[in-house]
């Protein structure tokens, strides 16, 4: 059976729902999970001040509704399990998780699967800045799982990323894998400019038709068919998202940066 | 109707100033002071039992460094301490923080009083930035606070010296502190940072060496302003941060700066970092003359001193002396911010880290404790870690055990480098500080030494600013964690916990000044400033909740 979640918070200040995860749950009785400690803006709450709450975990799936815009770090730390959530969600989605799925069928905000080792999210609708992100001071970011985003995303997707796969569908803004120190980036949409600036190692693919302009720390290095692409492409449409099957045998022209910081990055274009 | 009476009952009371050592008293607090006890008949509204507990003052750091643009680029250089280190979680009454080696505003001052400590100074703030520090201050909880204004090589200073009119340097002296609303003058490296300014890795190797353009000598810096301050009768006249620091040998500038002072008050800090002998740049010859320069200081009681005590770890070295920066960047390599401050100041910050296996930060950690023991007269030497510079204010209570326990603090010099034994005269020393020792060198010491007197003591009219500990055999335990923090007159730390959120109060001083000085800084403004000089000056409106100190001016 599943957790359920229904949010009947009225508040324009924070809801964050740190620890409030199908792993942590599951031994709790229902009575347990209403009086669980969460932040509303400083304040300690409980958990059924902010939702109505029903079924349970015996099979480790929750599922929260509502507008939940303003509900933050839904999912941070998840080490197991699944979680569902039927609208839109605040920042922080998923951030720190090892283990699970997320699914949003709207859209997140800032800094989704933020610091990520591990566990699939997979957002419907568009997410904000810095998916898949490292925080401000630490040395990685997402290290290992993947994100899925139908949608646009902001600025600085797969900041200091390590490890991982991120797929965005839509748009991107500035600064694609800045930092970058390995991993996979593929982006379908249009996209701003700054990509994998200060990269080291990792790849970002441009899929869509228009290309954004490179730094001129990337070097060019040849027009190539690389079969790790298809095999990837495959993979995404596995995973359900929506990648036409006429790009799968695409050829993409290579290049190399970031010069300043090593070379041994790659963004791919996808000319044909 | 009176207001109402707090009672502290039967606590083991130490108050050096007012002659107590240990003995169990009462203290009456009314409206956020010390008051004598009521007439018979009148009985507290609340009582504070302090049976069993020792009672002292509340802490009084006369050096550290947290607020301003260094302290503040100290943080933005240094995400990843702020990324690993500990959190200050929110709570209904209290605000959040970082630390990492330079703790946030609200981490800093709920970690101050969470030592006992109710007073800070930061000790070097450019007068461009004075403003910034006062917002900071402004959101630095619990405390009191106050800072010392750079002048050690402003431009319209060393014009004044170099014109030979000390009527001019004066008045300027006093406009300074008033506009920016600071407590006391600061010489850093005078003279050299303006070399610094004029040369590649330039610095000055004396104080008799002149600095370019306005042919001065850090000597005659020195000189001037301590006597220009102390005419002025500032409650702390200058605070001094000598030449060379860090430098082998470096013991010869401090000796001879301390006589620069032709008998004036003067407070050299940090003053560990100023006693090594040795030959230039070498490693071999390093070592010790804290006995040399002590025997100054306990001959000469113009003369105070902080430690600048150096503990093992990371840190990170924020100074207002560039060239120093400069210097530790080429030592260790990594992260370097040097800033030019317009006409003022300069300042270094680099990340460093003190190995108890390195021969020097042994040398240096073990030096920092001689002279806590050397100095004869504790009123004259004050605890500091120059934090964060040698370490943070946080390991307070860590010198307090090395100081009271001369076991542990040989089994520690075990520990460290080898040839550190041989290298100064620690090993030798068995001298080991009571608590009224303690009491002396964290609060009553620096109040005095700050001029302020309603701090670090217990006698009627002092700041109900008590700190209440629990008795404990490993004096670190003790310090470490106070039982009450009572900062004017509200119990702020109760049974160990932070209760609340107070905003203390900033120090400032405006002594009096020849008006007609203005006319001629205006016109250096205008020549030559980046600011306007009618925009410079910061008004009474801005500094929240400020207590105007008291200046004596004296006949020159």
Redesign the interface.
Known sequence: MTLELEYIGDTTIPVELQGVTPCRLRDLSLSEIEGMEIYHG???VSLADFFKISGDLSDEQMRLSGDLSGVHWIGSKMESGSIAIRGNCGRHLGSEMTSGTITVQGSASDWVGAEMRGGLIYIKGDAGHQVGAG?????TGMNRGTILVHGDVGNELGLTMRRGLIAVGGKAGDLIGFNMRAGTIMLFGASGIRHGAAMRRGSIVFMGADHPPLLPSFKYSCRYQPEFMQLLLRNLQNLGFPVPTSVVDSTYDLHHGDMIDGGRGEVLLRVS | MSKPYFKISGGYVYDPLNGVDGQVQDIWVQDGRIVPAPVAGIRADRTLDAAGYVVMPGGVDMHCHIAGPKVNMGRKM???????GEVIP???TTHSGTLGSVPSTFATGFKYIGLGYTSAFDAAVPPLSARHAHEEFADTPAIDKGFYVLMGNNHFMMKSISEENPKQLKAFIAWLLGATKAYAPKLVNPGGVEVWKHHPAGNVDTIDQIVDHYEVTPRQIISEVARATNELGLPHPVHIHCNNLGMPGNWSTTLNTMDALNGFKGHLTHIQFHSYGGGEGSEESFCSKTTELADYINTHDNLTVDVGQVMFGKTTSMTGDGPLGYFLHNVYGGKWLSVDTEMESGCGIAPIEYRNKSLVHALQWAIGLEWYLLVEDPWRVVMSTDHPNGGSFMAYPQIIRLLMDATYRNDVLRSVHPDVMSRCVLGDIDREYTLNEICIITRAGPAKILGLKHKGHLGVGADADITIYSPHENKEVMFEMPRYVIKSGEILIDECELKQQTFGKTFNVAPAYDVEVEADIADWFEQYYSVQFRNYPISDDYVHDSELVDCHEKES
Do not use: A, M, V, W
């Open positions: 400083k304040e300690i925080y401000r001071g630490s040395s | 240094r995400p990843e301490e702020k990324r690993q929110r709570t209904l």
